[in-house]
């Protein structure tokens, strides 16, 4: 019988599409990651024919090794994650550029925050102790109750650290939303001045319709209205998932050094804990229902690729 192989529990919902998927599974049996030996020899079993990876796991690192020990019936390598840093390939761009959106707008409109209240049922303790009421159709009216920030602000300035094919995908989605009659300005960093620079902003102004710069991370910090993180990870990068310092940004959340924090990965992931400190925060968004809809796009990956069907996600060589 064909086998698809899962190296880490991808949740209940992403589980119970795999097991009614026809398929044999060959499932990692501890909460942790497993040893890259027993990945190397499930994938060498001609009767695998697909996998489900996780990112950011050494034991699943997609590699030369791991590409020469597959079976030739392996028909799919599907991972558990949005990005490809761990992967030695090309990266595409348009489906991070739809999250990086996606975040930005929720976290600037606490959509995450306002829908954990409702699932909740409770609300802070500051409109407790106001109306002395603990249930969520009964919290009280206020002018600006759950009023975030709108892209939409004259003027706003927003920073990239990074500005390659993909932050320039995201630009290309996300100034539809900002004002036109003041329009944002964009700022970013790469790695170094090119000698050519004033020509190359230039060549994005005009592209883009508003004013684009390259400046020094410190200017970046200090200008940027919405600072999006999208640079690779390196040695020059990590603590910046692995690129930025978990615990750093937990302390300037707390403090409310900074208004709030879209996230697509965690250090550490995909072992995140419940009790994770920045899933606790009302101003951070990183949220199960995104690991949910993740998880299932890496099953579900699996088995189209593992039945000769086209892929959902694909990444072109």
């Known amino acids: 019988m064909s086998k698809i192989l899962v190296t880490r529990h991808v949740g209940e919902h992403a589980m119970r599409i795999l097991e009614n998927s026809g398929y044999e599974l060959i499932i990692n049996p501890e909460d942790s990651e497993p040893s890259r030996e027993w990945v190397l020899k499930q994938l060498a079993d001609p009767a695998v024919k697909a996998a489900c990876i996780m990112h950011s796991q050494p034991s699943d690192k997609v590699d030369e090794e791991l590409i020469d020990i597959c079976n030739q019936n392996l028909k799919c390598i599907s991972t558990f994650s949005v990005g490809y840093g761990e992967r030695d390939m090309k990266r595409p761009n348009s489906t991070v550029a739809d999250i990086t959106v996606m975040l930005v707008l929720m976290t600037l409109r606490k959509v995450g925050y306002g829908i954990d209240l409702v699932r909740r049922g409770d609300v802070s303790e500051r409109l407790l102790a106001r109306a002395n009421v603990s249930q969520w159709p009964q919290l009280p009216w206020a002018p600006f109750v759950l009023c975030g920030h709108s892209i939409g602000h004259p003027g706003l300035t927003i920073g990239f650290l990074g500005f390659g094919r993909i932050p320039q995908a995201v630009v290309d989605r996300l100034l539809a939303f900002t004002n036109k009659d003041q329009p944002a300005r964009i700022l970013y960093t790469s790695s170094r001045a090119r000698d050519n620079q004033d020509e190359i902003d230039a060549g994005f102004s005009k592209r883009y319709g508003v004013q684009v710069k390259r400046v020094e991370k410190d200017e970046l910090?200090?200008?940027?209205?919405?600072?999006?993180?999208?640079?690779?990870?390196?040695?020059?990068?990590?603590?910046?998932?692995?690129?930025?310092?978990?615990?750093?940004?937990?302390?300037?959340?707390?403090?409310?050094?900074?208004?709030?924090?879209?996230?697509?990965?965690?250090?550490?992931?995909?072992?995140?804990?419940?009790?994770?400190?920045?899933?606790?925060?009302?101003?951070?968004?990183?949220?199960?229902?995104?690991?949910?809809?993740m998880a299932e796009l890496c099953v579900r990956n699996a088995i189209a690729g593992a039945t000769g069907k086209a892929l959902l996600a694909e990444v072109e060589e």
């Open 221 to 293: 910090a200090r200008e940027a209205d919405v600072l999006i993180v999208l640079c690779n990870l390196n040695p020059s990068t990590k603590d910046l998932g692995p690129v930025v310092n978990s615990e750093d940004l937990y302390n300037a959340l707390k403090s409310r050094q900074i208004w709030g924090a879209g996230l697509d990965v965690l250090t550490g992931e995909p072992n995140i804990k419940p009790d994770h400190p920045l899933l606790h925060l009302d101003n951070c968004s990183a949220d199960y229902d995104t690991r949910d809809k």
